[in-house]
Each structure stands twice: as C-alpha cells, then as structure tokens.
C-alpha cells in the first residue's frame, strides 16, 4: 500500500515541476506604513497598525497632508475610508510633489475623498484637469472601499467594488501632472472648523520593486 502510494505521488510531482505556482507579489504593507516613513504637521496625524488617522480641532486655514518620505512609481494600494459624521473632504496623492515642508502643502493627481468628489481624479495644485467619476456609490457617513492601482500612465480607481476610474492621467494642457515617480500623500483640507478621516486596514504592494 505505501508503495503504490509514492508511485502515485511521482507524477504529481512531476506535473508541479513542470506547472510551478504563480508568483504572488511581496505585501509591502509593513514597510510603507513605518512611522519612520511618514511626516506631518504635528499633532494632526497618527499611525495605529495598518490605520491612518487626521484630526484637526480648528480649521488649518490651508490644505495639508501626511506625506511619504519614499518615492513611489507603480503601485497598488487599498483601504476604507471614513469622513466622521459626513464632514470634511480628503483624498490620497499619487505621485506628487512636497512644495512646503513647513505647512506640508503638496501638489499633483489626487484620489479624491468628499460630497461630490468621490472616486474621481482631481490635480491638487497643479490645476487644468480633473477625471469624474464614472459612477456614484458613495456612501457618505460610512467607511467607503478604495483601490487604486497606478501603472505606467494609467491609474484605475475603485469604489466600493465600482470602478469610478480607469484611464491615463490627464495631459494637464502639455504638462503631464504624474511623472515617473512621487510621494504618497493623506489629506486634511482647509475650510471645516473641525474633521476626522480615517484610512483602515491600509494595504500596500509596490509593483516597481523587481
């Protein structure tokens, strides 16, 4: 009987030889959310696991963000996202630029997160261009369902399993907004007395690693 069961067995590891499993990608979630990656203005952000939080208690009197000190290319990323109680807008920068590093005011395309701003592509200081979104699922008082995925020129965007996006990056009147590389970013926005957005259960996988 033992025999006759490794004699079976033979074949099948032949076959796993020659049909090996596909290659699974590296979760790079860890190493995106260390602490020591991020920077902001002090006070207004924190990291917990795989969440991000921003709070204000006043109105910042400009739009400021939570930025990535490492440059990112090619990349997929998912998470929910809540705006307590409705209030506020938010988003999450793909491959963008620092322009103060004392305010931590960032310009480029930007995942955007709001009333009337759900799921579409909007260019954070850059200006010129916007990509709405495709369809409307938003559910504003509750924690949405974000995917993006950032390849090469073309960024697709899904909301609440919904793709709301998925084209190439706007030509930005001759200046393409999203060059090969840039910082992550997280968003608080100017203009509300007072917000709390959360980014949970982040999960991060960088497809320009080789």
């Known amino acids: 009987m033992r025999f006759s069961r490794l004699l079976l067995a033979i074949p099948l590891l032949a076959v796993a030889a020659l049909f090996p499993a596909p290659r699974v990608l590296a979760d790079d979630t860890s190493d995106f959310l260390k602490s020591d ?46 705006l307590k109680d409705g209030v506020g807008n938010s988003g999450i920068q793909v491959r963008s630029v620092l322009k103060d590093e004392k305010k931590f005011v960032v310009h480029g395309p930007q995942v955007d997160v709001g009333k009337g701003y759900f799921g579409t592509l909007y260019g954070e200081g850059v200006g ?39 084209e190439d990056f706007p030509d930005n009147k001759g200046k393409n907004p999203a060059p090969a590389e840039g910082i ?27």
């Open 37 to 82: 990656n991020w920077d902001g203005l002090p006070g207004l952000w924190k990291i917990e696991g795989n969440t991000v939080m921003g709070e204000t208690k006043e109105d910042p009197k400009f739009n400021t963000f939570f930025c990535s000190k490492k440059k990112y290319g090619d990349f997929e990323l998912s998470c929910k996202i809540l």
């Open 128 to 166: 010129g261009y916007s990509l709405k979104a495709k369809k409307d699922t938003s559910k504003p008082t509750e924690y949405n369902d974000y995917y993006i995925l950032v390849k090469g020129n073309h960024i697709t965007i899904k909301m609440n399993d919904e793709v709301t996006i998925d």
């Open 184 to 210: 992550i970013a997280f968003q608080i926005h100017a203009g509300y007395p007072k917000m709390y957005v959360e980014f949970k259960d982040i999960k991060f996988k960088d497809l320009s690693k080789k």
